[in-house]
């Protein structure tokens, strides 16, 4: 578990500045939240199968190492989207702690 997370860290450390320029400076920002989402979606799906046998613990962990960019990747897009919701930082506020309530649902 703690080379998941260390490769998983220093990918983001990594991968996080190369995306976030993406989605300041082109417009694939909506494309990129869009596949991150959906390839979050495909991880968490595949990860039922785990119990099955066609799928293995080894096959999750790289999963689980693939869901933790592909997560912040989708963060990086959604935080992107907030200051063009308004230009009031509580109204920006409410917004960023309604989505994080409803994620943990």
């Known amino acids: ?10 990918g983001c450390a ?10 300041d400076y082109t417009p694939h920002r909506r494309k990129l939240a869009i596949i991150s989402a959906f390839l979050l979606t495909l991880i968490n799906a ?3 199968e785990v119990g099955k046998a066609t799928i293995k613990w080894t096959t999750v962990g790289y999963l689980q190492v693939a869901a933790a ?3 912040q990747i989708h963060n990086v897009t959604k935080f992107a989207y907030l200051p ?22």
């Open 69 to 71: 960019w592909i997560y």
């Open 14 to 23: 990594f991968l996080l500045p190369i995306i976030g320029a993406i989605v």
């Open 84 to 105: 063009e919701l308004s230009s009031s930082s509580l109204t920006i506020s409410s917004i960023n702690s309604r989505n994080t309530g409803v994620q943990f649902f």
């Open 1 to 10: 578990l703690a080379v998941m997370a260390t490769v998983s860290g220093l």
């Open 46 to 48: 595949s990860q039922v």
